[in-house]
């Protein structure tokens, strides 16, 4: 009998296909870097809502993309490995057994990455859908799972992949491209797949949608404009940073006079109550100047430190901070701090000299929260050093 060509796939769940396995591997390569985390986060709800959706159309949908067209046991699938390895595979027009475990296999691991990522978001960034609801060791915990669980998936993937070229060899047809335009050649009487225009539009506008509400109201979007630290530079530059918005930090107007008067403040948070307490006790020697403070005004500015530091884990740079430093270490200076160490190792010396930056202690020029002391991770990025009008670029090379 004569194979004819035929609509298998629905758009529907082709859009579905692509959009989870282009949302992955975005998600993948955005784990690392903090700056990135507004992006990562989007794509982990990304792949739960996609996730959500293929639920739904595993009962909606046309027949191949329906749960009853692969509902295959694990004893098939098994079978049908060994049938490839040996060669004599039957075709499946629609998913095979073994193909079809991957896909139940692969829509577990999502949910599971997505739940552990939601959680993690909640701990260990006090972020997102659970915000305050755990601990930032909790958090912590569940970020390794989190990523376990995303390196399962990643290797059930890469198993995915080779039954796909397998698949492809042995019985001689593009299924990369078949789920690109969704047909496949199959005989006569073949359950056609509808197109479903609908439903495809309706999944693009939701995605669409839900891009437009993240970055735009899920998220708090501000410029950060260095000021200019020279009489030779001409310009400032405006940068744009996207962050969280997180829960306001106690403030002390007191404190921030008294710190903010002769340097950026920093908040409490970044060192432990002993450094605090030490500091105040220290004041006639502070860095080399006498702070001058009387008793009324250290008591109550200390109190509002020990109140909010680092001990207390009102964030999460707190937190990992409290937990980088052992207990008997008393730094006075935030960049002693093995954590702070650790996160600022790979800034190049380039950027320490960037005349918007200039110094260590500079938290502003690189951390658009500095200020309100929250310090996420997508709220930094380091400026670019601005261009020199010629006037002022040939003075500063004379």
């Known amino acids: 009998m004569s194979l004819q060509r035929t609509l298998i796939w629905d758009l529907p769940t082709r859009l579905f296909h692509w959009t989870l396995a282009g949302s ?7 784990s690392e870097g903090d700056e990135w985390l507004s992006i990562h986060a989007f794509l982990g709800y990304l792949v739960m809502g996609l996730v959500g959706f293929r639920l739904m159309w595993g009962f909606a949908g046309s027949h191949f993309s329906r749960f009853a067209s692969f509902w295959f046991s694990p004893k098939e699938s098994l079978d049908y490995l060994k049938q490839v390895a040996g060669r004599t595979a039957p075709r499946h027009v629609g998913h095979n057994p073994t193909g079809s475990l991957a896909i139940y296999i692969l829509l577990v691991l999502a949910v599971v990455v997505g739940i552990t990522g939601i959680a993690t978001l909640g701990g260990e960034e006090q972020q997102g859908l659970i915000s305050g609801w755990l601990s930032y060791s909790q ?31 042995l019985h001689k047809e593009n299924l990369a491209k078949s789920m690109v335009n969704g047909f ?14 609908l439903a495809a539009a309706l999944m693009v506008t939701a995605m669409v949608c839900f891009a437009g509400w993240w970055f735009s109201y899920a998220l708090g979007i501000q410029t950060h404009t260095p000021a200019a630290t020279s009489q030779a530079q001409s310009t400032t530059v405006e940068e744009p940073h996207v962050k969280f918005v997180g829960k306001a930090l106690p403030d002390n107007a007191q404190w921030r006079d008294e710190c903010g008067s002769c340097h950026g403040v920093f908040y409490p948070a970044l060192l432990p109550a002993r450094s605090w307490q030490k500091m105040m006790a220290e004041q006639s020697q502070h860095f080399g100047s006498d702070l001058g403070l009387d008793d009324a005004t250290v008591k109550a500015v200390l109190a509002f430190m020990v109140d909010n530091a680092a001990d207390k884990h009102n964030t999460e740079a707190a937190y ?8 008997t270490a008393t730094p006075l200076r935030i960049t002693e701090t093995p954590y702070w160490v650790k996160k600022h190792r790979e800034v190049a010396a380039s950027d320490w000299a960037n005349p918007l930056v200039k110094s260590k202690s500079n938290c502003a020029a690189c951390h658009v929260d500095a200020d309100a002391g929250t310090y996420e991770d997508a709220a ?4 670019k050093a601005p261009k020199l ?10």
């Open 24 to 30: 992955f591997v975005l998600a993948w390569l955005t």
């Open 139 to 169: 958090g912590r915990l569940l970020k390794e799972a989190h990523e376990l669980a995303a390196n399962l998936m990643m290797l059930v993937v890469l198993g995915h992949l080779a039954g796909v070229v397998v698949e492809s060899v």
């Open 184 to 197: 496949k050649m199959a005989e006569p009487g073949t359950p056609k797949a509808k197109a479903q225009w």
């Open 320 to 327: 990992k901070i409290d937990r980088s430093l052992a207990k």
């Open 380 to 383: 930094m990025h380091i400026p």
């Open 389 to 398: 009008a010629p006037s002022a670029a040939r003075a500063a090379s004379s």
